[in-house]
DNA sequence: GCGTAATGTGACCAGCTGGTCATATTATGA
DNA sequence: TCATAATATGACCAGCTGGTCACATTACGC
């Protein structure tokens, strides 16, 4: 069930640890730029200043390569998610939402190649494993999107008169296509966050989750 | 504003209308399973049966047959969308967005390279005109949309006390994941597309579209 | 200082890419 | 019948791809 997990070779660990850095700095770039099928390694070893063949004593070819770093990737989504939700964990239900989305926000600004290659990934082909990976990836905020709502209907904060399944289908759409919006402004159907500063930006934030509260909570 | 709109040469136009198919088939064929930037046009040559220099009297470049091939896309797209909202013009807004959730689930089955060239579009930086592409496309289920909204707020369906844009971007953003949980089973949130019989799956398309009901029509 | 193991290197490989072009074939019209 | 124009063809091009490998350089243990 588990994708295998192909790790770097040991002399890439043996590496200064400032030029795996970037070397993996280098790399991301060209996934993120360039999606995995059309990504170039001469255009990684050109940029990180590295030998071809050093490039293979440290990884095993470009899906190795290419699973590393976003092995990397799933870890930061992991720890944002979770350090997320923590910080909310009192908070009632739209009160996380709204939290949840604006750590989006900030991932999308700190980790924009990381963002870029995931939605690349989404629907490239010739990616390997891209399903598995996908799934795994989605499963954190997702894994955690469900509890919150049985915890927030317990709490009172959610109506009960609707299907919790698809309530959570809604509200994963609804963040997900707004993070989307927010990095490809051409996805932005109406709400104008390209043209926005900071300011009109969070009231964006709130009115999604407004109406999404507007619509959830009981009546 | 408007993207050039590359005709294919005369050359192209001149040919037996089955043969122009056929190529048309297989390069679309081809962009669905590969992309812009990997598809090969000598894959395009040798299953279409036609000669390499035959097809660059067709078409000026790679761009220009990817064009043409969007551009036919996006004719499908306009007319499925008309009909489907002529076709419930009567109904109530509710009835009117599954019925154009039920169009796109149809279109998909129809027509899955062209929905498949879509997903790769969105996300793929290489694609010519992607932005104005994407924007092109998404017009017009979105021009719908909106005045469908007002009309059905108008008519009471609708609850008035929700900021209508925030309202519609969420429909579109429930919609638009809808139909690609049914295309590509990993982006399924819960929902269990991917293992649905028909039966099943217009059990969930209704539960969606209540879960809507429930969230927007008056209180 | 020396032998051995680990690491670094870039020329090289076959196979592919989008695109060109001289030439061969066919259709047209008088 | 024959000249001319339109179309069909595939060998060819430079430039790229992921990957390999014989060899040079460095590090390490004695």
């Known amino acids: 069930m588990n ?64 699973l590393h770093i976003f092995e990397r990737f799933t870890e930061v989504v992991k720890a944002v998610t979770r350090e997320a939700v923590a910080s909310v964990a009192a908070a009632d239900f739209f009160a996380q939402l709204e939290a949840i989305l604006f750590a989006g926000i900030r991932f999308i600004d700190e980790h924009p190649d990381y963002f870029q290659i995931y939605l690349r990934v989404l629907f490239e082909q010739e990616v390997p494993q891209r399903e598995a990976l996908v799934a795994r990836l989605r499963l954190f905020p997702l894994e955690y999107l469900g509890p919150l709502y049985a915890a927030g209907q317990r709490r009172g904060d959610i109506r009960t008169d609707v299907a919790p399944a698809t309530a959570v289908f809604i509200v994963d759409a609804t963040l997900e296509r707004f993070l989307q919006a927010y990095a490809r402004p051409y996805l932005d159907s109406g709400l104008g966050l390209a043209a926005s500063d900071a300011q009109q930006l969070r009231m964006a934030v709130t009115t999604v989750i407004k109406v999404l509260r507007d619509g959830l909570s009981p009546r």
């Open 3 to 66: 994708a295998s997990l192909p790790q770097p070779k040991n002399t890439f660990r043996n590496l200064p640890p400032e030029k795996q850095e970037r070397i993996i700095a280098v790399a991301l770039a060209e996934f993120a730029a360039s999606g995995y099928r059309s990504a170039s390694l001469n255009n990684v070893v050109k940029r990180s200043e590295i030998a071809k063949g050093s490039l293979y004593q440290y990884f095993a070819n470009k899906e190795a390569l290419f």
